[in-house]
C-alpha cells in the first residue's frame, strides 16, 4: 500500500492513439480485447441470469403457468448454454487476454489479430446463438443436446440449428484462442521465468488452453456429425438407422468433463493470486498447485462417462469411472487445503477480492463433497439428473468459477482501469450473492433427494417439493439485486473509482509492476526474473527469503536475442533486471513496434458467421438464400483472409 | 470506506436461519424421497450414502472450521506483525493428499460391490415387466400375464420385479424415487433394472422419466400401485382378459372366469382388483389444473353404445388398442383395453375422470404441450399443425359418447 496513488497520467485509450468505436473495432491490443471479452460476457452474464429467473419464477409453486413448456425449455437450454460458453469461458478468457503477458512479462499475445479474431467470433456467435430466443426459436434441447432427440426426427424446426451452429463457431473462438495462449506461453515468458516462476494464474490457464486444445476437436467431430445428420440426411444419430445414441453422450462428454475444468481451474488460478497478496505470504506449496492443477486436467479427460451410470454401460465400465472420478477428488482437496494454509499465519486484509476468494474455497467444498456422492455409481443413480446435481454443480460453477472470477475482477480491476472498485458496494455484492447463492442451490440438494427430476418446466402440489422451490426461488430473485450492485459499482469506478496506483494491492507478480493501466507495450524494458516473486523482491524481500533465487536463463536469453530477438519482441537493449516501471512514453517514442489496428479479423469472422448462417435457408428449403449467404460469407471471409495473411503485423514506423 | 453492516453479525443468524432447513428435510411428508427402506436396493443405496455423507461430513467440518478459524484468527489488525513467510510443508501435503485417498478407498468398496450386485441378470421368478418409453407416456407390458398397459403398474409386495427398458423414441429414463435408482430407457438398447418391494405397505408410488426427452418431458409421469400378492393376482387376471363392451348376452358368459357378476347390464363386466380410489395416499392423485382454453359443454351426458360407434370408426383407432374391439388396432398410443381402471390418463397428468377425458378428446394439445394425438373437436385449434378442426371434427355431444364407452372399459 506503499505506492503514492497519483492520477495515472493517461489511460489505456490514449496510450493507443486512437479512441472511440473504430479504435475498438480494430484493436489488436490485448488489453483491450480482454476488456472487450470482459464487458461481452458480463452482458450474457445478465441475460444467462435473467433467463434463470424467470425459471425460478415459474418453479416458485406447483403447476405455474408463467411461461409454456416450450419456452421453459428454451429458457433452461439457453441458461445453460449461455453461462457454459458465453459467460464462464469467456469470463475467463477475458482473464487470459489481459493478465497472461503482463503476468510472464511479454508484450503481447504471440497472434495478436487471431486474438482479435477470436473475441469477434465469439460476440458474434454468442448473438447468433442468443438472439432467436426473443422469437421463440431459441435451441430447446438442453445444454448437452442429446441425440436423437436433437436429430432432425424429434427436432424438426430452426431451433435446434442455433445451437449445433452456434456451439461450432463459438468452438473456433476457443481453440484459436487456445493455441495463442499456448504458444505465448511457452514462448514469450520473461528471462528467468522457467515454468516453475509463472504465477499460478498463468499456470492454471496454460493447463485450460491445452485442455480445450484436446477437448473442442471431440466436440467438433460430435456437432458436424449432428449437423450433418440435421442439414445433408447422414445417419449418425439415427436410431431408425441403427445409429447407437450413447455416440453423442461419449463424444460430448469426452468434450464436457474437461470443459468443467476448462471453466473451473482459471477460477482457481485467480484465487491463487488473490490469497497471497492478501495474505502477505507466498502461495503454499507452490509446486504442488502446479502439479495438481496438471493432474486435475489430466484425469479430467478419464472420467467423462460419470455423466452417463444410468445409461448402462455395464457394471466394469461404471467400476472403472467411478473409481477415476473418485481420484480427481484428491488433487482438488490438495488445492483447498494449500489455499488454507497460504492463509494460515498470515495476515489477512479482507477486501472485496479476498472475500470471494475465500468464498471459492468454502463453497467449492460443499461442491466436492456433493460430487463425491455422485462418483459412486450406484449412488448416482439415485441423483443424476435430479435438483441434487442442478444444486451439486451450481455450488461448482457458481460457488467456485463465478466467486473466483468475481475475485478477480475486483482484484485487476485497479490494473485494467486505475482505479479501484468501491469496497462498501463490493461489500454488499458480496454478501448478497453469497446469501443468493446458498438460499438458491442449498434447497435444491433437498428437492432432488426427494425425487425431483431436473429440467422439468412443472411440478404436481403435494410432491413434497414445495418449500424448497419457494426458498430457492427467493433465492434466485436476490441475485439480481446483487448484480445490479456490481454492474452500478464496474461503471461508476470506472470513471470515479478511488485512483489506484501501480501496486495498489502490494501484490508480487510482474503485472503489478508497470503503470495502471498498463501502456500499450506493456514493459519498456523486458524484465529479468529470478523467483516467483518479482515484486516482492523488491517490496518486501523477507517474504521471498526461504524461496530459491537464480539468474538462471538469463544467459540463454542474452544469447538469442544477440541473434534474434527476444521473447516478446524486444531487443537486448530492452532487457533489464525485474524493476518498477513509471514511464509513461509511448511505443514510438521507445521505438518499440507494435502490431497495426486491423479490421480484417473482424471481417474474416463476420463473413464466417454468414457462411455458417446460410444453413439456416438451406433446412428451410430455401436454396437461392442459401446459395447468396454462403458465396458473400465465404468470399468476405476468404478475401478477409488472404488479406490479413498478406499484410505485415507491424507498420514500418 | 462505507461498511453496509457488519457480516460477522450476520453468521449466527444464518446458521440459525439454516436450521429450520434442516429440520424441514429430515421431517414431513415427502413421498418422495430417495432414502425410503422399501427395496433392498434403496436400502443398500441408502447405507453407501449415509456412509459418504458422513466421511463428507467431517471433511465439511474440518475444512469449514479450519476455514473460519483462519478467518478469525488471522485478521489483519493494524497491530499484526509480518507473518512467517512459509512458502509449503511436504509432511503436511501429503497427509492430506494420503487422507482423502484413504477415505475415497473406504468408500470404493461399497460402491464397486453394489455395482457388480445390481448389474447382474435379475434373480430367477422375478416379475418381469417391459418398460417402453414414448413421448410422453409409458407403455408397460407383463410377458407373463400378457398383459399391456400404460402409466401405471402394479407390483406385488415381497417379489423381485425386473424392469427391462427401451425406448420407442428418444431417450428416457426411468425411475421410481420411492422404491430405487433409476435406469435410462435408451433408443436401440435393452437396459435392466430389478428390486424387490419387500418393506412396502399396500400404498400408491410416483415414477417419473428423468432424462429431458423434449416438449412434455415434466408431464412424463406414471402411477406405481404396491399391493398384495393375491390383489395383484387379482387384477392382472382382469387386465389380460380382452375389453368386455358391449356386455356379452347371458348365454355367452360361459368363459368368464370371475364369479359372482350380478345381472345389471354394465356391472356384468368382471372386474378384477383395482387400487381403491379411496385409499390412495394425496400425492398420486394429479392436481394438474386444466390449462386455459379448454372448455366442454356443460350437462351432456354421453351414451357408451354410441360412443363405441363412434369411437369404432373415428381416427381413434388408428392409434389405439382395443383388444375386443376389432377395430381398434392401432399401436401408436396407449393401449386403452382397461383404461378405466387406471387411475391416471395423459402420461399421468390429469385423474382418470369424464371431465378430463372428454377435455382431453376434444384438444389434447391444448391439453398437454407437444402430444401426438392431434386436437379432434370440432372447431378447435390444433397447436402443432396451427389450424383449425373442421372436417371429421368431433362434436361435443359425440365426444361425451366416446368418453362413456372408455369409461365402460374397467
New interface residues.
Given amino acids: 500500500m506503499a505506492t503514492a496513488a497519483t492520477a495515472p497520467a493517461y489511460t489505456s485509450s490514449e496510450s493507443h492513439g486512437a479512441t472511440g468505436l473504430m479504435s475498438w473495432l480494430t484493436t489488436v491490443d490485448h488489453k483491450r480485447i480482454g476488456i472487450l471479452y470482459l464487458h461481452t460476457s458480463l452482458f450474457f452474464f445478465v441475460v444467462g441470469g435473467l433467463e434463470a429467473i424467470i425459471m425460478r419464477y415459474q418453479l416458485m409453486r ?2 405455474m ?1 408463467a411461461v ?3 419456452t421453459f ?1 428454451q429458457l433452461f437450454t439457453m441458461h445453460g448454454t449461455t453461462m457454459v460458453f458465453l459467460v464462464i469461458m469467456p469470463l475467463s478468457a477475458a482473464f487470459f487476454n489481459f493478465l497472461i503477458p503482463l503476468q510472464i512479462g511479454a508484450r503481447d499475445v504471440a497472434f495478436p489479430r487471431l486474438n482479435a479474431f477470436s473475441y469477434w467470433v465469439y460476440l458474434l456467435g454468442g448473438v447468433f446463438i442468443t438472439l432467436p430466443i426473443l422469437f421463440g426459436l431459441a435451441p ?3 445444454w448437452f443436446a ?1 441425440a ?2 436433437t436429430t432432425r426426427t ?1 427436432s424438426p424446426t430452426q431451433n435446434m440449428n442455433f445451437w449445433v451452429l452456434g456451439v461450432q463457431i463459438l468452438g473456433v473462438s476457443s481453440l484459436a484462442a487456445a493455441f495463442n495462449f499456448a504458444t505465448t506461453i511457452i514462448n514469450m515468458r520473461a528471462p528467468g521465468m522457467n515454468l516453475m516462476r509463472m504465477p499460478m494464474f498463468t499456470w492454471m490457464s496454460f493447463v485450460v488452453q491445452w485442455l480445450i486444445i484436446l477437448a473442442f476437436p471431440v466436440i467438433t467431430v460430435a456437432l458436424f456429425f449432428l449437423q450433418f445428420d440435421r442439414f445433408f440426411g447422414t445417419n449418425f444419430y439415427t ?1 431408425t438407422a ?5 455416440l453423442w453422450q461419449h463424444l460430448f462428454w469426452i468434450f464436457g468433463h474437461p470443459e468443467v475444468y476448462i471453466l473451473i481451474l482459471p477460477a482457481f488460478g485467480l484465487v491463487s493470486e488473490v490469497l497471497p497478496t492478501n ?10 498447485m502446479a502439479y495438481s492443477g496438471i493432474l486435475i486436467g489430466f484425469l479430467g479427460f478419464g472420467v467423462w462417462a460419470h455423466h452417463m451410470f ?3 454401460m ?2 466394469m465400465a ?2 472403472v469411472f ?2 477415476t472420478t ?2 480427481i ?2 488433487p482438488t ?2 488445492k ?3 489455499w ?2 497460504t ?8 477486501n472485496t477480492a479476498m472475500k470471494y476468494a ?1 468464498a471459492l ?2 463453497m467449492f ?2 461442491g466436492g ?2 460430487g ?2 455422485h462418483a ?11 435438483y441434487y446435481i442442478v444444486a451439486h454443480f451450481h455450488y461448482v460453477l457458481f460457488g467456485g468459477a463465478i466467486m473466483g472470477i468475481f475475485s478477480g475482477i475486483y482484484h485487476y480491476f485497479p490494473k485494467m482501469y486505475g482505479r479501484k472498485m ?3 458496494l463490493g ?2 455484492h458480496f ?1 448478497l450473492n453469497f ?1 443468493a447463492l ?1 438460499l438458491t442451490f ?2 435444491m440438494h ?1 428437492s432432488g ?17 414445495e ?1 424448497f422451490n419457494l ?1 430457492s426461488s427467493i433465492g434466485a430473485f436476490l441475485m439480481a439485486p446483487a448484480m445490479l450492485v456490481f454492474l452500478y459499482n464496474f461503471f461508476k469506478s470506472k470513471k470515479h473509482g478511488e485512483v489506484a496506483g501501480d501496486n495498489p494491492w502490494d501484490a508480487p507478480t510482474l503485472e503489478w509492476s508497470i503503470p495502471s493501466p498498463p501502456p500499450e507495450y506493456n514493459f519498456a524494458q523486458i524484465p529479468m526474473v529470478t523467483s516467483r516473486y518479482p515484486m516482492w523482491d523488491i517490496t518486501h524481500p ?6 530459491p533465487h537464480s539468474t538462471k536463463g538469463w544467459d540463454e536469453a542474452r544469447h538469442r536475442s544477440d541473434e534474434h530477438i527476444l521473447p516478446g519482441g524486444g531487443h537486448m537493449a530492452d532487457m533489464a533486471p525485474a524493476h518498477i516501471e513509471t514511464a509513461a512514453k509511448t511505443a514510438s517514442e521507445l521505438d518499440i513496434p507494435m502490431p497495426t489496428p486491423t479490421i480484417k479479423p473482424l471481417l474474416v469472422a463476420l463473413g464466417m458467421l454468414v457462411m455458417v448462417a446460410s444453413l439456416l435457408p438451406f433446412f428451410a428449403g430455401k436454396t437461392s438464400a442459401f446459395v447468396v449467404l454462403l458465396a458473400i460469407g465465404a468470399g468476405t471471409m476468404i478475401y478477409s483472409l488472404y488479406d490479413w495473411l498478406t499484410t505485415p503485423l507491424e507498420e514500418a514506423h | 470506506m462505507t461498511r453496509f453492516f457488519r457480516p460477522r453479525q450476520l453468521v449466527p443468524v444464518l446458521s440459525v436461519a439454516t436450521l429450520p432447513l434442516l429440520f424441514a428435510a429430515c421431517s414431513g411428508n415427502y413421498p418422495n424421497s430417495t432414502f425410503q427402506h422399501t427395496t433392498e436396493f434403496n436400502r443398500d443405496l441408502t447405507s453407501l450414502w449415509n456412509q459418504m455423507m458422513w466421511w463428507g461430513l467431517a471433511v465439511f467440518v474440518i475444512v469449514e472450521t479450519l476455514l473460519v478459524y483462519v478467518i478469525v484468527r488471522f485478521r489483519r489488525r493494524p497491530d499484526s506483525p509480518e507473518p512467517r513467510h512459509v512458502h509449503g510443508n511436504a509432511l503436511m501435503e501429503i497427509s492430506w493428499t494420503v487422507a482423502p485417498a484413504l477415505i475415497l478407498a473406504i468408500i470404493a468398496v461399497p460402491t464397486v460391490r453394489s455395482i457388480w450386485k445390481y448389474q447382474t441378470p435379475a434373480p430367477n421368478g422375478s416379475l418381469q415387466i417391459e418398460v417402453i418409453g414414448h413421448q410422453w407416456w409409458w407403455e408397460f407390458k407383463y410377458p407373463e400375464h400378457g398383459i399391456t398397459t400404460a402409466n401405471e403398474i402394479y407390483l406385488p409386495v415381497g417379489r423381485t420385479v425386473n424392469f427391462t427398458l427401451r425406448s420407442a423414441d428418444v431417450i428416457h429414463s426411468f425411475w421410481i424415487p420411492g422404491l430405487g435408482g433409476k435406469r435410462d430407457a435408451v433408443s436401440n438398447q435393452v437396459n435392466h433394472l430389478w428390486y424387490t418391494p419387500d418393506s412396502v405397505g399396500v400404498t400408491g408410488w410416483i415414477g417419473s422419466c428423468n432424462e429431458y426427452c423434449g416438449a412434455s418431458h415434466a408431464n412424463m409421469r406414471f402411477r406405481v400401485f404396491t399391493v398384495a400378492p393375491a390383489d395383484f393376482d387379482s387384477w392382472a387376471n382382469h387386465q389380460k382378459a380382452k375389453a368386455v363392451y358391449p356386455p356379452p348376452a347371458p348365454d355367452t358368459v360361459a368363459v368368464r372366469q370371475v364369479a359372482a357378476a350380478p345381472a345389471p347390464a354394465p356391472a356384468a363386466i368382471a372386474e378384477g382388483y383395482v387400487f381403491p380410489a379411496a385409499q390412495r395416499p394425496a400425492h398420486v392423485v394429479p392436481a394438474t389444473p386444466i390449462p386455459a382454453g379448454n372448455t366442454f359443454t356443460e350437462g351432456l351426458t354421453g351414451d357408451p353404445q354410441r360412443g363405441l360407434a363412434i369411437y369404432s370408426r373415428s381416427a381413434c383407432i388408428g392409434c389405439h388398442k382395443i383388444d375386443g374391439n376389432p377395430m381398434s388396432i392401432g399401436i401408436i398410443g396407449p393401449n386403452l383395453t382397461h383404461i378405466a381402471s387406471r387411475a391416471t390418463i395423459a402420461g399421468g397428468l390429469f385423474p382418470n375422470d369424464t371431465r378430463h377425458m372428454q377435455l382431453w378428446i376434444k384438444n389434447a394439445r391444448k391439453m398437454k404441450p407437444g402430444v401426438t394425438m392431434n386436437s379432434l373437436g370440432k372447431g378447435e385449434f390444433d397447436p402443432i399443425l396451427k389450424m383449425t378442426v373442421t372436417v371429421g371434427g368431433l362434436t361435443d355431444q359425440e365426444i361425451a359418447d366416446i368418453a362413456a364407452y372408455l369409461q365402460m372399459l374397467k
Avoid at chain 1, 502477505?280 to 504442488?288: E, R
Avoid at chain 1, 523477507?542 to 524461496?547: K, L, P, Q, S, V
Fill in positions: 406447483p403447476n403457468q409454456s413448456a416450450e425449455n430447446d434441447g438442453g442429446y436423437p432427440l424429434y436410431v441403427g445409429a447407437d445414441p450413447l495474505s502477505k505470504k507466498p502461495l503454499f506449496g507452490y509446486p504442488v444410468a445409461v448402462g455395464g457394471p461404471d467400476t467411478g473409481v473418485m481420484l477428488a484428491i482437496g490438495v483447498i487445503f494449500n488454507i494454509f492463509m494460515w499465519g498470515g495476515s489477512l486484509r479482507f475465500i474455497i468454502g467444498t460443499i463433497i456433493s463425491i456422492t459412486s455409481p450406484p449412488s448416482d443413480l439415485q441423483q443424476t439428473d435430479t468501491d469496497e462498501g461489500n454488499l454478501w446469501i446458498n442449498f434447497p433437498f433427494m426427494l425425487g425431483m427430476p431436473r429440467r422439468i418446466y412443472t411440478y404436481d402440489a403435494g410432491q413434497g417439493w418449500t426458498i523477507e517474504r521471498t527469503a526461504e524461496i
